[in-house]
């Protein structure tokens, strides 16, 4: 091992805690997330949300990839830095280029995605040369090369074929991230070179689903400006706010609270540290769709209801659920009743919510998620904190 590059990598004993450059890279991420909610409010339909998904699934590996970057490498050398900060640029150029990534802005897109991917692992190739990562470096390169294929001839396709090769091209991506990078001559992935710092990777985590939760503070609030504070739209408002409260609320008791400590006391840390990603991938996904519907109602609060409103009302907190039980799964190895009690509730009440305004119909989500925090807190009452316990 060189001693170069050595130097890069985490030391025992360093401070765990996310640092000042990696909350200065989640902010870009703010912006890709808003953008991805004003690109399917413009296109409210079946087709505008399958391209939503995998633009979110793009964003999402890009975020995904840096964290683990920077819990296997010390953030502080400046080498590290300046790989976050161009990652945060090449970020940037994605989310300008997002809301019509499936228009004309399709190659600038995919070529970001593609250069921060492929330009990332060069760059941990070259620095990383005679150390045992340097093989973890190269897997990148084969497999982001190998999507590169389907991403450039998606984005010099158009319709449907550039859905398509895209919809390929992700599912490389997450494919290779499953199976640990599976390359020939090299095979998969070393437990050993899998990032393992329990608390970063758990204090990420909850960093980008506050992410999440700003942006979704962030459209709201940009929806009641310029309304004047008029009476149904400053209520809309309110409710959307409760129910962002509400989220957090939900996500961090107390499985929010234990992931380091899960990842810390599982068998397979690594393993469980992926599967608490996908969990977030989803509670994400159900508060960008949340946001659409929080604009809707702030904009037409007592309105017709459409159909597709109702989707993003009620669809977007039964995502986060959803993913959500996933997360508790990953903690204790069960999943509470009132998770899937309020998904169910939500499908049984969206076909009366047709008839009713939109707030009426974003109140009686919000009232849901209320009832399930509240459910959460009397379960607990009284009775000594449960400790993880993560599936073997």
């Known amino acids: 091992m060189t001693s170069g590059a050595g130097e890069l990598l985490r030391r025992p ?19 890709a997330l808003t953008q991805l909610s004003h690109a399917l409010i413009q296109n409210l339909a079946w087709s505008g949300a399958f391209q939503a998904l995998v633009l979110l699934l793009a964003v999402l590996r890009v975020w995904l990839g840096t964290a ?24 940037l150029v994605m989310a300008v280029a997002l809301p019509d990534a499936f228009g004309e802005q399709g190659l600038v897109f995919a070529g970001a995605y593609i250069a921060i991917h492929t330009g990332r692992d060069l760059f941990l190739f070259i620095a990383l040369r005679g150390h045992e990562l340097q093989r973890t470096a190269w897997r990148g390169l084969f497999w982001y090369g190998v999507a590169a294929l389907p991403w450039i001839a998606g984005a010099l396709a158009h319709g449907t074929t550039r859905g398509a090769l895209w919809t390929l091209a992700v599912a490389l ?62 209520t809309a408002f309110v409710v959307s706010i409760a129910t962002t409260v509400l989220l957090w609320r939900i996500y961090i008791y107390r499985a929010g609270e234990l992931s380091a400590a899960a990842i810390a006391a599982a068998p397979d840390p690594a393993r469980l540290a992926q599967s ?11 508060i960008v769709v949340t946001a659409v519907g929080d604009e809707l109602v702030i904009e ?16 977007g907190p039964a995502l986060f659920l959803a993913g959500r039980a996933g997360f508790e799964y990953a903690i204790f190895a069960r999943v509470s009743r009132d998770r899937l009690i309020g998904v169910l509730v939500l499908a049984a009440l969206t076909p009366a919510m047709l008839l009713v305004p ?6 009686a989500a919000t009232a ?14 009284g009775r000594p904190p449960e400790p993880p316990s993560p599936p073997g």
Request: no cysteine; proline share 6%; hydrophobic share 50%.
């Open 13 to 31: 004993g360093q401070p765990q805690r996310a640092t000042f450059l990696e909350l200065f890279f989640d902010l870009a991420f703010v912006f």
């Open 68 to 91: 683990w970057v920077t819990d296997r490498f010390d953030p502080q050398r400046p080498a590290i830095q300046l790989l976050v900060i161009a990652t945060m640029v090449g970020s």
């Open 173 to 234: 991506d997450y494919t290779a991230y499953a199976l640990r990078f599976p390359t020939p001559g090299l095979g998969r992935t070393l437990k050993s070179e899998l990032p393992k710092v329990a608390e970063h990777l758990s204090e990420r985590y909850r960093q980008f689903f506050i992410i999440a939760l700003g942006e979704l503070i962030l459209v709201t609030g940009l929806a009641l400006r310029g309304t004047g504070f008029a009476a149904d739209r400053t």
């Open 276 to 286: 608490t990603s996908y969990a977030h991938l989803v509670m994400v996904a159900g």
């Open 300 to 315: 037409h609060p007592l309105g017709h209801t459409q159909p597709a409103w109702i989707a993003v009302i009620f669809g």
């Open 358 to 363: 939109p707030l009426l119909a974003a109140l």
């Open 368 to 381: 849901v998620l209320a009832g399930i925090a509240i459910a959460d807190a009397a379960r607990t009452r």
